[in-house]
Structure formats: structure tokens, C-alpha cells
């Protein structure tokens, strides 16, 4: 789990096209890779980069070890000049990406490689493996805390991950999707993000009755007091007996600074109401209130229309797994191969199926926003030498239904470039932010979206258009394998 150099961490058929490349191609010849996503999890209306650190720190450590070159000889499936050539591999090509906490839509590059055929090959299994995850998590993780409307939202999830990295891992992920803390504590240690928790049911009933385990656990922790109350009876045991602890500290001098109540099981609606009313009816109207128990962004929705008193919420399985939308899907497909002449001829992958044809050529994408409300209008996706001016009208269409059609007068948009370099001929060019740091800044970009985009059910669909130029190659290369 603490192994850095993953290079090994790939699918066999990336070594075997490896060694067909490297008997039968020029080595150096380069190629440019995009990863993508075609669907938004949970029918979703963005998703959310993430995973980006890791897959710099993968990059960085990227070189086969005697023992990796050992194994893969054990295979009998690999000549001694290709492993020998191994001894020696570097990444030595170029990578853009879509930085960390930036909302993102389906059919754009989250990354770009340009680099030798090989070299871009290899790098397939692992890009995907991190981005997918942690993006996945990230998103699901924005969605559960769009539903609580500014409500705290604890990460509880470690011990229904699939595994420990996916645990913690999937808590960096949450707190860069909004998340206020995390349960996991390795998480805390290695993110510098907080870490927060309770008590569970098995410490209350460790002793004699529920109000000694309350007085006990309010000794030891009077600045961080939530107690669990559904361990018996909640209305008629739980919460009186927090209500006695809590009334002990204030007549005792203790200052209150943050306390309140969990709720783990039940009519959260109702319990939390009623429990509120109890907690005012002593003098602790400031005193929170916290529940758990599989919630989810439905759930909490839910519970929000139906005016639970719950102003703190701790989210674990539904969010770590994101349960009801497992797997992010993201692909990674070559877009272009460089000429005799440095210049990058595009190339498409055809499908039976119109989402899965790509989209050719070296491209960049470029955020659309409208400058009066900086909310955003489409993304366009172009090819590189293409330049736009903000002072020109611009025309965006559907690449789908290209007859369908927005012009924008100039002067009324602005246009940021999303893809930043992270690799420059081998060499990490880009310095990635703290958790924290992505944490704040994929607030502001959620913010940039309309609420219609984020609402949890049938969002509004942001639009990803085609340069027309880019349009235009598209459907040569189109033609041109129709006719073959």
C-alpha cells in the first residue's frame, strides 16, 4: 500500500503492445493519448477532477526495478532486448491535464500525453485507474454535500471501502468535493485534512448505564461532545441523558464550545425534532445535532424537505463506494501520431456506437462563461493553433445536431483555458495545491455552475461543443474511413 513505484501496476496487454512497438515501430515515434469520461455519474449534470497528485507522484517514480524485469522474464513472453530496454525506461513526454477540485464534462481530456508511442502506452492503466476513482468520489462527494445546503458533511466511510487505499484515497477525494473532515485518520495524517469523529455504540455499553458513559466521555473531550443517543431508547434515555451531561458542564463552568447529539438509526425526521425541541426546552439551543445511518444525497434531500432539526451530517458507505454509480468510466484513446514533419496528423476510432467515436487531433479546451453572471455557457473543445478573441462574436453548436446553434455577441463572454502542463519533456512543471487548497477552489467552481446544473435529478445539461474546425476534421476523417 506504501509502494510508490507502481509501474507493474498496469494491464499485460500494455507491455505486449510495448514489445510489438518496440519490434516493430520507431521507438521515439510520438503520440498524443486523451483521457476521458463519457457519462456524468448519477446522471449527474458535472463531475469533478481529482487524483491528479497521484498520478504526478506515479509519473515521477515511473522505472522498472531488477525485480520487476525479473518477473516479467518469468513470463516467457518477453525477448531479452525488449526487457533489457526496460532496465533504462523513463517517461520522457509532455502532459496536460485539468487540474484537481475543476468541474469537467463528458468527452473533453482530463489528460493529455504526448509522448513516445511506449511511453504513452504504459501510462494507460494507472491514469485511469487514479483518475477515475478519485474523480468518481470527488463528484459523489459535491452531490451529497450540495444536498445538505451548507450543512457540514463528515466522511465516515473507511471501513466499507473497498480496500485501504481506496479508503483513503476515496477520503482525500471527498474533502476535495466538499466534505468538512474525514474519520480516517491515516487520510488526516498524509492530506493534512481533518479528521473528526464520535464514539460508537460498543462504548456506551462498555459501562454501567448510558449517563456514565456520557459523564465520562464529556470529562475527556468537553470541547468536541457529541454523544450518541440511539444506543437505547432515544427520546426517552438518549437524549435526556446528554441534556443532563450538558446542563452538569455549563453549571460546572465548562464552556460549551462543541457539543450536541447523534443520531445513528431511527425516523431521522422525526428524532432529530423532537429531540431538538427537548435540547431548546433546556437551555441549549446552540447544541448540535449530527445523524449518520447510510445516508446519501436522496436521503438527505429528503430529510431536508422534511425539516430534520440535522445541521451535521457523517456519510459513509454510500459516499466512499458511491454505491449507486460505482465506476466512473473513463477511457483513454490515441487522438494523433506526429508526422515526418513534427506536425500531428489526427487519427478517430470508429464505433457502432456514435458516443464512443472519438474525437481527433491535439486539442485544448477553453471554459465559456458568460461575463455578466460568470456562470458557465459550454465548454469548446478546439484544436491547439486555434486562437479566439473575446471581443469577436463567438458561434458555438451542437457537434450532435450541428444545426442547433448560440452566438455569442463579443464582449459579452470570456474564455479560460482549463488544460494546464503538468510534464515538460519528462519533468513535472506544476506544483500541486493542498487538499484544502483544492478543496476551496472546487467550491468556487461549483459556484460557476448554474443551480439548474446541480440540481440532484434531470440537471441541465451543459453543453461540450466542437471548434468548427475541429467539427470540420471530424467528419473528413469520418468520411474518409467510410470510403475505405
Known sequence: MDRQNLTLLTDLYELTMMQ?????????????????????????????????????????????EQEDID????????????????????????IYAIPEGTVMFPREPMIKVIAPIMEAQLVETAILNILNHQSLIATKAARVCYAARGDGIMEFGLRRAQGPDAGTYGARAA??????????????????????????????????????????????????????????????????????????MRNAGIPLTFYGIRLDSGDLAYLSKKARKMLDSAGFPDAIISASNDLDE?????????????????VGTNLITSKDNPSFGGVYKLAAIQGADGTFIPKIKLSENTE???????????????KESGKVKADLICLVEEIYKEEDDLL???????????????????LRPILKQIFDKGECCYTSPS????RAYCKQELDTLWDETKRLVNPHKVYVDLSKKLYDTKIRLLDEMGDK
Open 356 to 370: 464512443k467515436v472519438t474525437n481527433p487531433g491535439n486539442k485544448m479546451i477553453y471554459r465559456v462563461y458568460e
Open 71 to 94: 518477473y516479467l522474464a518469468s513470463l516467457s513472453i518477453f525477448q531479452e532486448d525488449f526487457l533489457e530496454y526496460l532496465k533504462n525506461f523513463k517517461f520522457s513526454g509532455d
Open 175 to 248: 474533502m476535495i468535493g466538499g466534505c468538512i473532515g474525514t474519520s480516517n485518520v491515516l487520510a488526516g495524517q498524509l492530506f493534512d485534512v481533518p479528521v473528526k469523529g464520535t464514539h460508537a455504540h460498543s462504548w456506551i455499553m462498555s459501562f454501567p448505564d448510558e449517563y456514565t458513559a456520557f459523564k465520562a466521555y464529556a470529562d475527556m473531550y468537553p470541547s468536541a461532545c457529541i454523544l450518541l443517543v440511539d444506543t437505547y431508547d432515544t427520546l426517552k434515555s438518549g437524549v435526556p441523558n446528554a441534556i443532563r451531561v450538558f446542563t452538569e
Open 298 to 314: 436522496f436521503l438527505i434531500d429528503s430529510l431536508k424537505v422534511q425539516g430534520a432539526a440535522i445541521t451535521s451530517w457523517g
Open 396 to 414: 458555438l453548436f451542437d457537434p450532435a445536431e450541428p444545426w442547433k446553434k448560440t452566438k455569442l455577441k463579443g464582449g459579452t463572454y470570456t
Open 435 to 438: 487538499v484544502m487548497e483544492i
Open 20 to 64: 510489438g512497438y518496440f519490434k516493430n515501430k520507431d521507438q521515439n515515434e510520438t503520440v498524443i493519448f486523451d483521457a476521458f469520461f463519457r457519462n456524468i455519474p448519477c446522471d449527474g449534470g458535472y463531475a469533478i477532477s481529482a487524483g491528479l497528485e497521484q498520478v504526478i507522484q506515479y509519473i515521477k517514480e515511473l522505472h522498472f
